[in-house]
């Protein structure tokens, strides 16, 4: 049976990292097996719930060695990724387009700013803030929803699949768990 939710309690930052980590991992299974495939994961939840962060493990984790910068004020920040880098031959190039639409005023500014041809393109568009678009966006294959903890490290993160490849994505990462 098809599991499309699952939640995890993370206590500290480096088991954020490591769901992040489970994640990247799910999602370079997808992109080796279909090299075109594009996703869209909504990253949902209060101010200071860690999205941010959370974006930012998963860029790292896919393999990606600049610096992860927050999109706050651009409204999106791309990161080209090599999927299977440790074999050139076989790497499947994708490209991570991280938008926060938190600052947005008007829900088709993204449009506007010439934004919704990335939903297309080989990889995924990771979108905090979504509900500033007042569903002018895509639908989502995944979200992810945080809560801040007690701690200020502490979140509990629930992943929710709306799509088949969704679905194949949140059950490959339960799979690692096992």
């Known amino acids: 049976m098809a599991q499309n939710s699952f939640n995890q309690y993370c206590r500290q930052e480096a088991d954020t990292t490591?769901?992040?980590q489970k994640l990247a991992n799910s999602l370079s299974h997808l992109f080796q097996a279909d090299p075109?495939?594009?996703?869209?994961?909504?990253?949902?939840?209060?101010?200071g719930a860690g999205k941010t962060?959370?974006?930012?493990?998963?860029?790292?984790a896919l393999g990606y060695e600049g610096r992860v910068k927050s999109p706050t004020y651009t409204l999106c920040e791309p990161y080209p990724i090599?999927?299977?880098?440790?074999?050139?031959?076989?790497?499947?190039?994708?490209?991570?387009?991280?938008?926060?639409?938190y600052r947005m005023r008007d829900p088709l500014e993204w449009q506007e700013a010439g934004f919704a041809e990335h939903f297309d393109?080989?990889?995924?568009?990771?979108?905090?803030?979504?509900?500033?678009?007042?569903?002018?966006?895509?639908?989502?294959?995944?979200?992810?929803?945080?809560?801040a903890g007690d701690d200020e490290n502490?979140?509990?993160?629930?992943?929710k699949a709306n799509s088949k490849q969704g679905v194949?994505?949140?059950?490959?990462?339960?799979?690692?768990?096992r």
């Open 18 to 20: 490591a769901l992040a």
């Open 36 to 47: 075109r495939a594009h996703l869209n994961i909504s990253l949902e939840g209060d101010l």
């Open 53 to 60: 962060t959370f974006a930012r493990h998963l860029i790292q």
């Open 82 to 101: 090599q999927i299977n880098h440790s074999n050139p031959s076989a790497a499947t190039s994708i490209t991570v387009h991280h938008f926060d639409l």
């Open 121 to 147: 393109e080989p990889g995924f568009c990771l979108v905090e803030w979504p509900e500033k678009a007042e569903g002018t966006l895509p639908a989502f294959d995944i979200a992810i929803h945080l809560i």
């Open 154 to 159: 502490a979140r509990d993160i629930g992943f």
């Open 168 to 177: 194949v994505v949140i059950e490959k990462m339960q799979t690692q768990e």
